[in-house]
């Protein structure tokens, strides 16, 4: 597990030309995707074999992967290779920019690779075709084995560089496996990476497992699992396999998520029926009570500064959302709209908040400023919640249900992601049925 | 005659129609009153005449009478039975959010404990847990089916 902790040296060729004419604005729905041309990386002859790496197919796998990353962002549109006019060597050292601009490519990537001495150097660069200019180029070396990430890094900077917003592509999603019948269902712990790669399973299903969710600062994950049929919030540390109970409750605790420092566990205690939100500190294990109400408090997601938290509770009668200080003073209603909200998630820049929200027998996932106010449902369906922010803000991922049969038949649970925009939703590949998936923070970062 | 025989027919056709819609009508609201489960179909016993489960409207844990019925039932044989514990396990139907139902499952298994201590039964001998919307004894995606999911059921664990 130690290759995630990988050091990247990045050396910054040239940095952001001043005259480029494209960008791509990413805060509308895009209906007219960027056309941009992916060369595959030239594979230097001088590159030496590692550990079954089929160094041929390189630089052809890892433009594949950027292609991919691209196309599901719903912004931008890879081109055929077929149509390509230049070789990938020659196009790295000076494209031959109107001949690129005959296919109707806006942006060419292309690049190089080397495997020498057990190092695999890479070097990468964006160009603007309508201003014939070099946009962007960054070079820089890991371990071979990385190259998927190597893949995801280039998305992001390229990505980067055409929205000016943080990339998300060399990113993880854990989530939870399900397979089984309806209503024996086996559930583990999987992780991913964002584009289905890599798939790992950290638990074996002999218990029910909930609700993963990723420290925004680190490789931990807090969860909920019935181990030995005692509900109990877990942490869990993926680099090293080791998982600890989450303070010392004598009753069901659930619904975790860190805090944005990722020092504190925020979650619900069910005690005599009655559910609050308390918190942990993970250094110092100091329980604070943060909600003191007959009602049932939960589903807590902090702010990005710390200072406050969303939450959900039927004290008015139905779930809705309400907003208060991290102390639990200044509690407030933030959703008067018809119908019932739940699962309040700020997002990461702080602006809006996600959430599901359920009415006339419909499921639906929104995003609303932290004030309540600028409701918008952003998809409609017969069964889905739980909805997580990519790192940049600009995406959820979230779990859809169908509608089982007499016998539990045509049951199915997935994961999907939409825009904030409302548009560009898709199904994301998982190996199983999946559900309350949790996105990771760039991992380069 | 020929005509009164028609007649005859005709009527006896439009009351067994009205006699036949009359039940399957009645059967439906045999088994859901308000939304709440009254049938016997997914209902285990404790012992002779004592029901193992009781079941709740949707997002609420109030005891309806039918449910205070079972739990007196089931406090009688607890009394009977001194040394027996038991575990009431909570469940939600599927349509509601993952969390929200593990607190609600919790709260339902917790009402019914209440009652049952209200009868005499002490508090050590019952434990609770919640299982939210993860284990449906009905797995189908139906009104019916979810009346029944929403239940707490009293499980005895010696």
Same mark, same amino acid.
Request: glycine share 16%; charged share 15%; hydrophobic share 45%.
């Given at each position: 597990m130690k290759k995630f902790a990988i050091l990247l040296i990045l050396k910054? !060729? !040239?940095?952001?030309?001043?005259?480029? !004419?494209i960008e791509v604005d990413i805060t509308r729905g895009n209906l007219d995707p960027l056309p941009i041309a992916v060369s595959p990386l030239h594979v230097d002859i001088k590159s030496e074999n590692f550990e079954g790496i089929k160094i041929k197919e390189l630089g052809e796998n890892i433009s594949s992967i950027i292609e991919k990353n691209f196309r599901a962002t719903g912004l931008f549109n890879p081109l055929k290779k077929e149509a390509f006019v230049q070789k990938p060597d020659i196009a790295h050292l000076k494209p031959r920019f109107e001949d690129w601009r005959l296919i109707k490519a806006q942006g060419l990537v292309t690049g190089k690779l080397l495997i020498k001495g057990g190092k695999l150097k890479v070097e990468f660069r964006l160009w603007d075709l309508a201003a014939a200019k070099e946009m962007t180029a960054l070079a820089f070396t890991t371990t071979p084995s990385n190259w998927r990430r190597v893949a995801h890094i280039i998305s992001d900077k390229i990505y980067e560089r055409l929205t000016g917003e943080e990339g998300y592509f060399d990113t993880r999603i854990i989530y939870v496996a399900e397979s089984g019948a309806k209503n024996q269902r086996i559930k583990k712990l999987a992780i991913m990476d964002q584009d289905g790669a890599n798939t790992k399973y950290l638990t074996l299903g002999n218990e029910l497992v909930l609700t993963p969710r990723f420290n925004p600062t680190s490789q931990m994950v807090t969860y909920m699992s019935y181990f030995k049929n005692m509900p109990r919030v877990y942490l869990l540390d993926?680099?090293?396999?080791t998982q600890e109970v989450v303070g010392n409750f004598p009753g069901m605790t659930f619904a975790p998520r860190f805090s944005p420092d990722g020092k504190k566990i925020v979650m619900s205690f069910a005690k005599d029926g009655n559910s609050d939100i308390y918190t942990m500190d993970l250094d110092t294990r100091v329980v604070e009570r943060i909600t003191d109400h007959s009602s049932i408090d939960t589903s807590p997601s902090f702010s990005p500064d710390g200072k406050f938290i969303a939450f959900n509770s039927d004290r008015s009668g139905l779930q809705q959302i309400y907003v208060m200080r991290s102390?639990?003073?200044?509690v407030k209603r933030i959703t008067f709209g018809k119908g019932i909200y739940g699962t309040p998630v700020w997002s990461p820049r702080g602006d809006l908040i996600a959430f599901t929200k359920m009415r006339k027998g419909r499921f639906y996932i929104g995003v609303m400023r932290v004030d309540g106010t600028g409701e918008r449902l952003l998809t409609e369906n017969y069964y889905q919640e739980a909805p997580s922010w990519s790192p940049n803000g600009r995406v959820l991922v979230f779990y859809r249900e169908t509608k089982a049969g007499s016998k539990g038949e045509g049951f199915s649970a997935k994961l999907w992601s939409i825009d904030i925009t409302g548009y560009n939703e898709r199904r994301l590949n998982t190996e199983t049925d999946a559900s309350d998936p949790s996105w990771s923070s760039l991992l380069s970062k | 005659m020929m005509f009164n025989k028609n007649l005859k027919n005709i009527l006896l056709v439009v009351f067994t129609t009205l006699i036949l819609s009359a039940c399957s009508t009645a059967k439906k609201s045999g088994n859901i009153e308000g939304d709440v489960y009254t049938g016997k179909e997914t209902v285990k016993f404790l012992a002779s005449g004592v029901p193992d489960r009781i079941f709740f409207a949707t997002n609420k844990s109030s005891l309806t009478t039918a449910a205070r019925e079972t739990l007196r039932k089931q406090a009688t044989y607890l009394r009977k039975n001194k040394s027996l514990n038991v575990t009431i396990e909570g469940h939600a139907d599927e349509r509601g959010t993952r969390e929200y139902n593990l607190a609600l499952g919790e709260r339902r298994a917790n009402a019914a404990k209440d009652y049952l201590m209200t009868y005499g039964i002490s508090g050590k001998r019952i434990s609770t847990i919640s299982y939210g919307k993860e284990k449906p004894v009905n797995p189908a995606s139906t009104p019916l089916a979810w009346s029944q999911n929403r239940r707490s059921v009293t499980v005895k664990v010696n």
């Open positions: 910054i !060729l !040239l940095i952001k030309n001043a005259n480029a !004419l993926i680099e090293t396999g102390d639990g003073s200044g | -």
